[in-house]
Structure formats: structure tokens, C-alpha cells
């Protein structure tokens, strides 16, 4: 019998295309009133198909329309994009898509999402320079070497280092490259293979879920909800720290138990055979040298000045993208990299994640189509008449599953991110709360299912250690049902704070 493929997140989301395409000729068409804030004048606008009308910028003016959001949420920049004003949905003429409208839909989309297009292809072509130097190959290395003896330490700092790449700028995909220098470590300090792989997945996994700049989540996320990426960054910062620190302990204590007694490894009956796999590449050896350290300082920094110009300069995609440009240029000076060379790599490290900027634009295309054929405001008329009522707690946490849910359909964070978040943080006005909780339910919801996603990284991880998927849950299920009791903790105190 032939094996059938799980679709790609590209067809998965073509297929919704479609699907929403069709959906235009039997959902009636509707349309909400927009609020949106005009910095200049101090002033808001309402604006409907037909008129425009200008108003004093106040709470007061808010407390009319009935909107649940703090007035300094528009004054300081947080919320820039036009909101639905509740209360104000009114049907409309049908505007049915057709399959000319479909074609042209994902075309639309990368147009309209090219600012966050530029800004992860130049990301990834600064990768791909930073693969090319060995500079994080080298800096895994050296502290494998210099914390013989001491491992557990080891495991501390990997997994908070990867936890902290992929709280930043999505390290994910790339972790790949470093299980074949971790594991012979790992494996000479007595520990088995599933140490090695949970501090480079899990790390990478609650970094991931728990972004606090990640560009391919948490900024992506908040430019579809209409707010600052930095609004909710406490609530995400504390979330990190909690998730690293339970994930931490929940490997050392695994550890530690495999040390003692080795047959108490989950995966003791592959014992011989990964030690005999990874022999040979215990032996390699790779020197952090000055100048790599160098280029591991440029690269933290790119990041570093991202967030404060961000912050407090008031940057956005292009100034943003235009620093991990920089970033890339120094470095290949710094690496004496030949200018066809470093041509050549950064258009590979582009090329790379071109697959990412696709989904964006194909999601994108989605929300065109279901704007031009009406049907988006209806969508949200119907769903926030189901929340109406609803207990924030109860419906934060709603939110938190349904996202994981769907993430195993849509693996893809930036995919997920543009297809659903302006349908859904609109929702989080008609319960009373801050969109920045939406984006953060988006990304624990997502970020938990990834630790056992079929359609996401783990299997291609899995088979680079040889362990199985049976063997992968039994290790981490407790972790996933602990991380999760977390999770809704916090954010149910968040939407009460």
C-alpha cells in the first residue's frame, strides 16, 4: 500500500484558501464600523463603507462604543491598525470570490505582507552566514570541553542558551546541526541520547512557545492583531523564565536517574547502537576562537539593538530588518568571507526560510479573500456572539487549546499567525481583555503541541537520534501535562491583572 504525506503547511493553507473562497458564495456578507487613531490631530476616526466621522481621542469616546481598551493602548502606539467598533456589524450585498480571485489571492497576500517577507529572508540569510563561520558550532563545543566532568552544568546551560535562541529569533530548524557534536558528549558523561535530544527539542520548544521578540511568531502575531509586539512582553518574559526553569529540572532529574542507573534509560535497549552510531564524532574537536567569539558577540547584538530600537526608537520592519542586514555584513567581514562566497551563503540562508515567507504570503491571501468577499466581520459577528458573557478565565483558556488544535494542521507559528489573528483578537475586545493575550495563548497553544506535533520538527529530530516516537512520548508527557497546568495559570491571572 502506498504511504500517503501529510500536505505541506503551503497546500494545507491552499486548500483553506479555497475553502474560504467557497465559503464567500454561502456566508452572508457584513461588515463592522473601524475605529482608527490618528496620531497627528490626537483624534479618532470612525469609518464605514460610506462615511468618515472624526472624534475627540478620550476614554470617554471609548466608553461609548463600547471598546475595552485602555485610551494610552492607541496614544503610545500599541494598537496603529483600524479596530471593529462592537455593536456595529451590518449585512451586506454578497461579494461572492471566484476561482479568479483565488488565483490571484496568495499574489495579494505576499504583496501585503512583504515588510515581514524582507525581514525573514534577511534573517535567514544572516543564519546562513553564522552556519558558515562555525561560530555556533564551536561555541557548543568549547563548553562541552570546558565543563568536562561538571555535565549537569552542561545541561543548564544548553538548554537555557536554546531556550533564549528561540525566545528571540525562533531557533528552531537550526538546532538540527547541533545534535551530532552534543550527543557523544552526553553520551561519555554517562547520560543517554534523550538527554542530549531534550535539551537541544525542549529547549528549542519553550523558547519557541514562549517568544519574547521572536520575529516569526510574537511580531508576526501582534502586526495581524493591530498592536505593539511589545505589548504582553512581561507576561511572555515571565512565562520563559518558569517554562526553562520547569524544563531544566524536569531534565536533570531524568539525568541524573540515567546516571545512577542505566537501565533505567528509556531508550537502554538502543544503548549499543547510538553509542556506535556517534563513536566516531566524539573525537571531533572545534576551536572557539577570538574571532569567533567576536562574531557570536555581533550576531547577540543585532538582536539586542533590535529590541531597543523597537522599544524606544520607535522602529519598525525596515529599520529592523536593515539591522540584521548590518549584522550579516559584519560578520562576513569579521569571518574574511570572499564576497561571492558570502553572496552565495546569504542567498542560500534566504532561500532557506523562503518557505516561511511564502506561508506568509499565502495567509495573508486567506484574510484577502475573506476582506474582499465580506466575510471576515461575519465570521466574528457569529463567533464573538458565542463569547458574549464568557469568563475571561474560561475563554483565555479556550482560546490556548483551540490554538493547539489547529497547529497540527498549521505547524507553521508565522502561517498560523497571519491566518487567524485578526479574526481572533477582535474577540478579546468583546470579553474585556488585551489583544496581547490573544497573541500570547497563540503562541503557548502552538508552542505546547509542538513538543509532540507530528507535522512539526520532532520526527525529523527523532531520526537524526534514532529514537522512536512511542519512546519520545513516554519521556515527555509528563512535562507537556506540567507545562500546561502552567500555562493556563498564567494566563488566567494575566487577563485578571
Do not use: H
Not at 479568479?100 to 525573514?120: R, T, W, Y
Amino acid at each position: 500500500m502506498k504511504k500517503i504525506n501529510f500536505p505541506t503547511a503551503q497546500t494545507i493553507l491552499l486548500i483553506i484558501g479555497a475553502l474560504v473562497a467557497l465559503l464567500t458564495w454561502f456566508v452572508p456578507a457584513g461588515k463592522y464600523d473601524t475605529l482608527s487613531y490618528n496620531a497627528s490631530e490626537n483624534s479618532f476616526i470612525i469609518q464605514n463603507l460610506e462615511t468618515q466621522t472624526k472624534l475627540v481621542a478620550s476614554q470617554e469616546t471609548l466608553t461609548q462604543l463600547n471598546i475595552k481598551i485602555p485610551l494610552e493602548k492607541f496614544t503610545n502606539g500599541d494598537i496603529w491598525k483600524p479596530i471593529n467598533i462592537p455593536n456595529t456589524y451590518k449585512k451586506l450585498p454578497a461579494k461572492p470570490q471566484g476561482v479568479l480571485e483565488f488565483i490571484k489571492s496568495p499574489i495579494k497576500g505576499v504583496i501585503e505582507g512583504a515588510d515581514i517577507i524582507f525581514l525573514v529572508l534577511i534573517i535567514g540569510g544572516l543564519i546562513g552566514i553564522m552556519n558558515l563561520t562555525g561560530a555556533f558550532d564551536a561555541g557548543i563545543a568549547w563548553m562541552a570541553k570546558t565543563l568536562k566532568g561538571r555535565e549537569y552544568i552542561l545541561i543548564i546551560l544548553v538548554t537555557f542558551l536554546v531556550s533564549l535562541g528561540g525566545t528571540t529569533f525562533g531557533l528552531a530548524e537550526e538546532t538540527i546541526a547541533f545534535y551530532p557534536i552534543l550527543i557523544p558528549v552526553f553520551l561519555a558523561a554517562k547520560y543517554d541520547a534523550m538527554v542530549a535530544l531534550a535539551c537541544i527539542y525542549l529547549g528549542s520548544s519553550i523558547g519557541t512557545m514562549c517568544s519574547t521578540s521572536n520575529p516569526f511568531s510574537v511580531i508576526i502575531a501582534s502586526d495581524a492583531a493591530g498592536i505593539n509586539w511589545t505589548s504582553g512582553f512581561n507576561t511572555r518574559l515571565i512565562m520563559f523564565l518558569l517554562g526553562t526553569i520547569i524544563c531544566i529540572i524536569y531534565i536533570l532529574r531524568y539525568a541524573q536517574r540515567v546516571k545512577k542507573n542505566p537501565p533505567k534509560s528509556i531508550i537502554y535497549n538502543q544503548k549499543e547502537e547510538i553509542e556506535l552510531l556517534f563513536r566516531k564524532t566524539a573525537q571531533q574537536t572545534i576551536t572557539l576562537t577570538t574571532r569567533l567569539k567576536l562574531i557570536i558577540f555581533i550576531f547577540s547584538m543585532t538582536f539586542i539593538v533590535m529590541v531597543y530600537g523597537v522599544s524606544q526608537l520607535e522602529w519598525w520592519f525596515v529599520e529592523m530588518t536593515s539591522v540584521f542586514f548590518v549584522g550579516a555584513i559584519l560578520i562576513g567581514f569579521i569571518a574574511r568571507i570572499k564576497e561571492s562566497v558570502f553572496v552565495d551563503t546569504f542567498v542560500k540562508g534566504a532561500s532557506d526560510l523562503l518557505g516561511v515567507a511564502l506561508i506568509i504570503g499565502i495567509a495573508r491571501g486567506i484574510t484577502v479573500i475573506m476582506n474582499d468577499g465580506l466575510i471576515s466581520d461575519t465570521m466574528l459577528y457569529y463567533a464573538s456572539n458565542l463569547t458574549n458573557g464568557m469568563n475571561k478565565g474560561v475563554f483565555i483558556n479556550a482560546v490556548l487549546y483551540i490554538y493547539a488544535g489547529l497547529s497540527f494542521f498549521i505547524p507553521s507559528s508565522s502561517g498560523m499567525a497571519v491566518l487567524t489573528m485578526p479574526i481572533m483578537s477582535p474577540l478579546a475586545d468583546t470579553v474585556g481583555i488585551g489583544r496581547e493575550a490573544m497573541v500570547n495563548a497563540y503562541q503557548y497553544g502552538m508552542g505546547l503541541f509542538a513538543f509532540v506535533n507530528p507535522t512539526g520538527l520532532i520526527l525529523a529530530s527523532l531520526a537524526i537520534v534514532k529514537v522512536g516516537y512511542d519512546k519520545w512520548i513516554r519521556f515527555v508527557m509528563p512535562l507537556v501535562l506540567i507545562l500546561a497546568l502552567c500555562t493556563m495559570l498564567v494566563l488566567t491571572v494575566s487577563v485578571y491583572l
